[in-house]
T-cell receptor
Framework: KQEVTQIPAALSVPEGENLVLNCSFT??????LQWFRQDPGKGLTSLLL?????REQTSGRLNASLDKSSGRSTLYIAASQPGDSATYLC????????????FGEGTQLTVNP | KAGVTQTPRYLIKTRGQQVTLSCSPI?????VSWYQQTPGQGLQFLFE???????NKGNFPGRFSGRQFSNSRSEMNVSTLELGDSALYLC?????????????FGPGTRLLVL
């Protein structure tokens, strides 16, 4: 059974800091890994998708890496801003699970002005 | 291109009633998945439909059911509602069969069972 863990559960940083969110998964037979953000009471916004054959993806101030063999992914946020405050979720798709996402519990990020 | 839409956005029901939620995927997307989000359990997979066929099902009781129409719109139904069914129900759509594409989520339907 695939399990996804995110550390830390919560993080509070001052504006401008660079930060790293961690995600680990137990079954390395994944098809891809996706990072999302969720604002309170809202749906999920896709941030980055990393295919299992890729090592990293970048979008603006965000960079996500994937080490499939060790079951780890990191999301790097550069020069954090108060608008980055949200819950960040990582999710994996197993190779035989169609589009079924298995989510971690999320990291609640607060960026203080 | 319009995003994933879900209706209704908010719903209040009482125990024992049934409810139907609707999801319209992004135009051209044929895969629709449903998730339940609660503070205690996080995001849990309910089921996935592709081209009107249920492809995957999560570990939920039979009170939870769904279907997909020929235009890819999907509905999920919960019968005999329980207090524990109070949650945010999210649907996601993607274009691909094998999950290699980004999944896009709707804003969710918040269900409160009294």
């Amino acid at each position: 059974k695939q399990e996804v863990t995110q550390i830390p559960a919560a993080l509070s940083v001052p504006e401008g800091e660079n930060l790293v969110l961690n995600c680990s998964f137990t079954d390395s037979a994944i098809y891809n890994l996706q990072w999302f953000r969720q604002d309170p009471g809202k749906g999920l916004t896709s941030l980055l998708l990393i295919q299992s054959s890729q090592r990293e993806q970048t979008s603006g101030r965000l960079n996500a890496s994937l080490d499939k063999s060790s079951g780890r992914s990191t999301l790097y946020i550069a020069a954090s801003q108060p608008g980055d405050s949200a819950t960040y979720l990582c999710a994996v798709i197993r190779e035989t699970s169609g589009s079924r996402l298995t989510f971690g519990e999320g990291t609640q990020l607060t960026v203080n002005p | 291109k319009a995003g994933v839409t879900q209706t209704p956005r908010y719903l209040i029901k009482t125990r024992g009633q049934q409810v139907t939620l609707s999801c319209s995927p992004i135009s051209g997307h044929r895969s629709v998945s449903w998730y339940q989000q609660t503070p205690g359990q996080g995001l849990q997979f309910l089921f996935e439909y592709f081209s009107e066929t249920q492809r995957n099902k999560g570990n939920f009781p039979g009170r939870f059911s769904g279907r997909q129409f020929s235009n890819s719109r999907s509905e999920m139904n919960v019968s005999t509602l329980e207090l524990g069914d109070s949650a945010l129900y999210l649907c996601a759509s993607s274009s691909a069969l094998a999950g290699e594409e980004t999944q896009y989520f709707g804003p969710g339907t918040r269900l409160l069972v009294l």
